[in-house]
């Protein structure tokens, strides 16, 4: 399933399109994809790969009763329960699409011929193998896959990390020489800032794979990290477009040969770590890359510190030299040299910082780069799915470990 760029005709290729959580933000949207999907199918006539993620607040509420249960489960367990999500996904848009007249084959990370190694609960990827998805196509057409998993060498499902799905599309792009993987997400492309926090940022029409990398590195949430690599490597174009879409062509945010450009990014996920020494930050640094957790290291006048993925487990012992400082926030000027400007600012300041440190990035907004992003509906608050509590019901139950009643 290979084509040519002067080939006449539909594109032979597959369409791999990845559906992020917000656009399962209600439960029709699953119907909502459903008929987008069948648009493109009827429109491009070709085969197609539909990656979707869990739906929004899921991940996380699974997180939580995890949490209330034991502090540090085996990695193997916690992957089995933190992929269950993108499982739901899988099943109720194969439905949908099912019902919307559009037959499709429903895989579980078996089916998506990626393999990972490392912890179970936050595995490395290292291979995607187009066999197993063009087997699955030569079966039915359309092929509904969880994103952000995949198998290990035992056969076990393994997570890819939090936010992952961009990395699987990605790769099964670049495996099945898609040349271009569309990225459907709650913004409107990749931005100069989060457009939750700052109204004035910009949405890039293009930019180069290492400009969104280097976003990407220094914690916007922008397009996974290791998704622009496997894009790069495969030569694949990812397109960022909202979701819901309905314009005919144009919009989002094309990764590939573009331009650099320059970002504000606000850790407000993360926690800041404050340590003694150099060395001892980055002791802490590579314990935390070995788990495949990524940090970002910095110096200031008045410390030496360490930004951590919030919630990260298994991270303790790695991080018992440093003291934890819940009232700090980090604040990233990305410049399109790749630069990077750090600020400490208390929390409660960070999305004032956030704009400030934007708006001396782009004084002139006339001349920004790419239009406004449009402020995000019905308020600047990520949505998170009424339905997201599915599996456990509308709240967390503590349940005492140490056997009181």
């Known amino acids: 399933m290979t084509g040519t760029a002067g080939q006449a005709g539909p594109d032979p290729r597959p369409l791999v399109m990845k559906f992020g959580g917000s656009a399962f933000a209600e439960l029709d949207g699953y119907t909502r994809v459903a008929r987008y999907t069948a648009r493109r199918i009827a429109d491009e006539k070709r085969p197609v790969v539909v990656v979707v993620s869990a739906m929004s607040g899921t991940t996380g509420r699974l997180q939580q009763t995890l949490d209330v249960l034991a502090d540090d489960p085996p990695a193997q367990v916690a992957a089995m329960l933190l992929t ?209 957790l990524r940090t970002t290291e910095f110096d200031s006048a008045s410390g030496t510190y360490l930004v951590v993925p919030a919630g990260a487990r298994g991270t303790a012992h790695h991080l018992s030299a440093g003291r934890r400082h819940d009232d700090l926030c980090l604040i990233t000027t990305v410049r399109a040299d790749g630069r990077a400007e750090h600020v400490l600012v208390s929390r409660a300041d960070a999305d004032a910082e956030a704009r400030r440190c934007h708006a001396r990035l782009y004084p002139d907004p006339v001349n920004a780069p790419g239009p406004a992003a449009p402020a995000p509906a019905p308020a600047p608050v990520k949505a998170r799915s009424a339905h997201s509590d599915v599996l456990f019901g509308s709240r967390a139950v503590p349940v005492p470990r140490d056997g009181a009643h």
């Open 84 to 292: 269950s999500g993108e499982t739901v996904s899988v099943a109720l848009l194969a439905a949908a699409l099912d019902a919307a007249g559009v037959p499709a084959l429903a895989l579980s990370a078996a089916g998506t011929g990626l393999l990972g190694e490392g912890p179970a609960d936050r595995a490395r990827l290292i291979r995607a193998d187009p066999a197993v998805l063009l087997s699955g196509l030569e079966d039915c057409p359309v092929l509904v896959v969880p994103g952000g998993q995949a198998v290990d060498s035992a056969g076990g499902t393994v997570m890819l990390g939090r936010n992952s799905s961009d990395l699987s599309a990605a790769a099964m792009a670049a495996a099945l020489g898609a040349g271009t993987c569309v990225l459907f997400s709650d913004v409107p492309g990749v931005c100069t800032a989060d457009p939750y926090l700052v109204p004035a940022a910009r949405t890039l029409p293009e930019i180069s794979y290492e400009g969104v990398r280097r976003m990407s590195r220094h914690g916007a949430k922008v397009v996974h990290e290791s998704a622009v690599d496997w894009a790069e490597r495969g030569d694949v174009r990812l397109h960022c477009r909202p979701f819901p879409w309905t314009g005919s062509g144009g919009g989002g945010t094309v990764v590939g040969q573009g331009p650099e450009a320059a970002a504000v990014v606000a850790h407000k996920g993360s926690d800041v770590w404050r340590f003694r020494s150099g060395p001892e930050r980055r002791a802490a640094a590579r314990g935390l890359l070995a788990e495949g």
